[in-house]
């Protein structure tokens, strides 16, 4: 694999160093007076990186929201927003913001007020534990880690819980329902989504979020996991459906089904609340493009990467910005086909929806796994 | 389905003596839990009830074992009305039953009143304006069933698209009689001005890109292997359960049965239309499932606003400059008498019993609404469903409950 | 078969509890547009209705297999009647048949038709409500439309509106 890399005409990409993030490295760089002492550095660094995902999942929900509104306009046939800020509404999020903001906090009658207020938040942390171990760029992550993909899995999967808790903390029969609803899909598409991802690691050979972007980065940047092994691509279709069922976007919105339940088990929250479970929403949506850019299209490579590299850019604030930009694009486009798919496809029911997870794409996310490795060792045969 | 409250049960545990020790040394105690099923009330606010109407469920888990709708919340007592307002006076009473399709409603009241004045000639040119409203208003209700069901079984976008074909329709009617839903436009006698200039071609031009877009929206979304998974072989109604249940319009048709009144019990002139080729009527034939169930009903829906599309074009070649109102008094007196006419309704038969005394105001006048009829199958196709198919079978009666209350 | 084929079907096969047959009261007997007519229809003995309902839809020439409406009707405040009105339609046959049951309103009650027609239902609940007909055997006697503790009837010619309910105004 190592050897197919190297033979494609790539120069490896250098990872950076371990021990600490960028954030501290600045920190350090800083002339800071000499008593203050070390930790107070390091939790500068924490702060900074939790003011700057929270910045991140806050622009990712504005930008998603919008484009989630003019997507749809354009595909019902409709212009969206278009007054909120001038040009085609680019402030119609902000404003709802704001709006949202200064709603009132209204609880229902007999709701369980502890897990009622606890449930946005529980979601809401899941998805920033997960996109913590998200990194941005070669150097800029928030922390280095050998098994990326094992925790973004494992925290993503806690949003469950506060959905359960959401619909049983309403005291309403409706929310009950989408919160039933939630746990029974949930947990069914958690195993085709695993076993799925299975493929590109076994291809790649890493968890590292860093380290399987920078294998991806021969053939002149385009050498990317799902050219490399023919089932990644049966592997990335089933990653996608999994991914939608586990996002609960549509055709798998059954928990939050709108023409049926109301609202499922966002039925009794409104102004900021509410907001927080769309702001996982949009940032889980964001979360699964990422893992699926990352592992299945190339992460941060593509030919522009493999530009300056060859110029010897590597290192540099503009190589970064080219690698995150890159990245994004990859996110973004993920997002607008989840959002696509919205607006086309028809609800599931849910007991087809868990034939479909258990009876189908188990044993092909499985049979998947089989071939990938079966030509892995194959290919290392042949070539050595 | 009985009463709703049952007793509570606690948990309890049997005696001692009715546990048994397992050969790994453990007890095992039986526990006497009783679990009873969810009651939720769908309505009488719900995205999905086509209007206020309440379905009291009995669920277990998502199995739906009992429903029980309950209606009255939109009862405006329009019979009542008709009995104490003129002739004339009760027309836009009519438009508000079925208030997706207005002109079928005043054309059923003109027809019922219109049977017992027997002397009142109705000139061809009304007959014919009265054919192509009533056909084009079969088609602007199709459309909202077509897009509100997508709308139901989850799909956003189909119901834009109906939407902007409806408009196109309202904005049509609009220039003929000024209103955009309740038209009050075919009176007694006839309708109630000639078309203005140019209207025949806007609708010939209407026809003609709409055949189009319904090739495109029966692609989207009847032909959606989602949208088939969902609705077929869900709320199976049997030609014998319709036959029963006083079913009729595309309900009776889903099912198999090759009945329209327009024509096989003809009025205006639909048999002429039929006999000169203008237009066919589709049935359920379980193409995708089992005969009768929501695909079909769907699937005649749509196929039936193709034929209408025939139907118009017919009366656009047959039409002719002349009257289009009789001689009616401005004060209608009705010779005594009673009459009873059923049209074809976009939802099955509407039927006006229309009872008059030889005065200005009727004696009695009955609406035998179709909603009203097709709403009690409910009863017996929700019990053993999903609550995903409930919201589907609801969909596929295409309901308006202005129609069921009245 | 036209309404008058109709009739003598039924009087020849001696189903029980027909009176009469009346043809349409309209003045103009010069009537050749079938579709045009008034409405005619047979009388019948109302405690006969389910054996007659059960003919009209076993029986092959006339074939009724759907039960299209089963209302009431109060003429007038004055007379001492209530009529019943039914009608019938033949989908293979293409006919129609009304029928008119008149019962006096001091004994408002008939047996239920919801044995011969599950379509009977509805329509019996509302009549129920409405007129304050009793249809004996009805597996399902709730009001229909008005609420479940409304006082009196409400389509009778002598029914006075109420001034209030629950407190708020009528007028």
């Known amino acids: ?384 | 389905m009985t009463s709703p409250t049952e007793a509570e049960h606690k948990p309890s545990i049997r005696p001692a003596d009715e546990s048994r020790t397992l050969p790994s040394g453990e007890r095992e105690f039986f526990m006497d839990v009783a679990t009873s099923d969810l009651e939720v009330n769908m309505g009488p606010q719900h995205p999905a009830t086509h209007g206020v109407m309440r379905v009291l469920l009995r669920t277990d888990g998502e199995l739906v074992t009992g429903a029980q709708p309950h209606l009255g919340y939109l009862h405006r007592c329009a019979e009542k009305i008709g009995e104490n307002v003129e002739w004339l006076q009760y027309l836009p009473y009519t438009d508000r039953y079925d208030y997706l399709s207005a002109m079928n409603n005043n054309l059923s009241y003109s027809l019922a009143v219109e049977a017992l004045m027997p002397e009142l000639e109705i000139p061809r040119r009304g007959t014919m304006i009265r054919m192509i409203c009533a056909e084009m208003n079969r088609i602007a209700s199709h459309l909202v069933a077509f897009g509100t069901y997508g709308l139901d079984i989850g799909a956003f976008t189909p119901f834009f698209y109906a939407f902007r074909e409806r408009e196109w329709i309202q904005a049509l009617f609009e220039k003929i009689c000024g209103a955009r839903l309740t038209y009050s436009y075919i009176r007694i006698g006839g309708v109630f001005n000639d078309t203005p200039p140019g209207w025949l071609q806007e609708v010939a031009d209407f026809c003609d890109v709409f055949e189009e877009k319904w090739q495109e929206y029966y692609d989207l979304l009847i032909e959606n292997h989602i949208f088939v998974q969902r609705t077929a072989n869900v709320g199976v109604i049997s030609e014998e359960m319709a036959y029963d249940f006083g079913l009729t319009g595309p309900m009776l048709r889903g099912s198999g049965v090759d009945f329209d009144l327009r024509r096989d019990m003809p009025y205006l002139e639909y048999g002429q239309a039929y006999d000169a080729g203008a237009f066919r009527v589709p049935i359920g034939t379980g193409e995708k499932g089992t005969v009768g169930d929501c695909w079909d009903r769907t699937q005649v829906r749509m196929v039936e606003m193709k034929e209408c599309l025939g139907l118009v074009r017919w009366c656009l070649e047959q039409i002719e400059p002349g009257p289009v109102i009789g001689d009616v008094p401005k004060v209608i007196k009705v010779p005594p008498g009673e009459a009873y006419v059923g049209i074809e309704n976009p939802r099955g038969e509407l039927g006006h019993y229309m009872h008059s005394d030889g005065g200005k105001i009727a004696t009695r006048c009955r609406v035998r609404a179709p909603s009203f009829v097709n709403l009690a199958v409910l009863e017996d196709l929700m019990p053993g469903t999903l609550l995903a198919d409930s919201v589907a079978i609801i969909g596929s009666t295409d309901i308006v409950i202005g129609e069921t209350d009245r | ?171």
């Open chain 1, 1 to 384: 694999m190592f050897a197919l890399v190297q033979n494609g005409g790539g120069v490896l990409a250098q990872t950076p160093n371990e021990g600490t993030n960028f954030l501290h490295e600045l920190l350090l760089w800083l002339p800071l007076p000499e008593w203050i002492p070390g930790w107070a550095l390091v939790l500068g660094a924490v702060g900074a990186g939790v003011g700057i995902l929270v910045g991140l999942v806050s622009f990712i929900a504005l930008w998603s929201v919008w484009m989630e509104r003019k997507v749809s306009g354009h595909m019902q046939c409709r212009n969206g927003p278009m007054y909120a800020g001038g040009w085609h509404g680019w402030a119609q999020t902000i404003a709802d913001g704001i709006k949202l903001f200064q709603k009132e906090d209204m609880i229902p009658i007999g709701a369980d007020r502890v897990l009622f207020v606890l449930s946005p938040a529980i979601v809401l942390a899941s998805i920033f534990g997960a996109l913590a171990a998200l990194p941005l760029s070669y150097d800029w992550y928030f922390a280095r880690m050998d098994l990326g993909i094992f925790t973004i899995l494992a925290i993503g999967s806690t949003t469950t819980i506060g959905v359960i808790m959401a619909g049983w903390a309403s005291n309403s029969k409706w929310s009950l329902y989408g919160a039933m609803r939630e746990a029974a899909q949930v947990v069914a598409y958690e195993i085709p989504l695993g076993i799925a991802l299975m493929v590109p690691l076994i291809t790649l050979g890493t968890f590292s979020l860093l380290d399987a972007s920078a294998l991806q980065s021969g053939f002149f940047g385009m050498g990317w996991a799902i050219f490399q092994n023919p089932l990644c691509l049966p592997a990335f279709i089933i990653f996608w459906i999994a991914a939608l069922a586990e996002t609960k976007r549509a055709p798998f919105d059954l928990p939050e089904a709108e023409s049926e339940l109301v609202a499922g088990f966002l039925t009794e929250f409104s102004g900021i609340r509410w907001s927080f479970f769309f702001m996982e929403e949009y940032a889980a949506m964001f979360l699964m493009s990422v893992v699926g850019a990352v592992f299945f299209f190339g992460g941060f490579e593509s030919p522009a990467t493999y530009a300056l590299r060859m110029a010897g850019m590597e290192g540099t604030i503009v190589f970064s910005l080219v690698c995150f930009g890159t990245l994004v694009l990859k996110a973004f486009t993920g997002v607008f086909l989840m959002m696509w798919l919205r607006w086309t496809l028809p609800r599931v029911r849910i007991d087809q929806v868990m034939t479909m997870g258990y009876k189908y794409l188990t044993p092909l996310a499985l049979i998947c796994v089989l071939g990938a490795a079966i030509w892995e060792a194959v290919l290392h045969i042949v070539l050595n």
């Open chain 3, 1 to 171: 078969m036209d309404f008058q084929a109709i009739a003598d079907h039924l009087s020849v096969a001696k189903v029980p509890g027909l009176l009469s047959v009346e043809l349409p009261r309209s003045p103009d007997k010069k009537i050749k547009d079938k579709g045009r007519s008034g409405l005619p229809y047979v009388c019948l003995d109302p405690s006969c209705i389910v054996e007659f309902l059960m003919f009209c839809r076993d029986d092959e020439a006339l074939g009724f297999e759907v039960l299209v409406d089963l209302t009431a009707s109060d003429p007038s405040s004055d007379d001492e009647n209530l009529w019943i009105l039914v009608q019938l339609l033949s989908v293979r046959h293409r006919h129609r048949l009304g029928i008119k049951c008149i019962l006096p309103k001091s004994a408002l009650s008939m047996p239920s038709s919801t044995k011969v027609y599950r379509a009977a239902q509805w329509h019996e609940r509302e009549c129920m409500e409405m007129y304050g007909v009793t249809f004996e055997d009805h597996p399902d006697p709730r009001n229909m439309l008005l609420p479940d503790d409304w006082v009196g009837y409400p389509m009778r010619k002598d029914y006075v509106f109420p001034k209030e309910y629950h407190g708020i105004s009528c007028e």
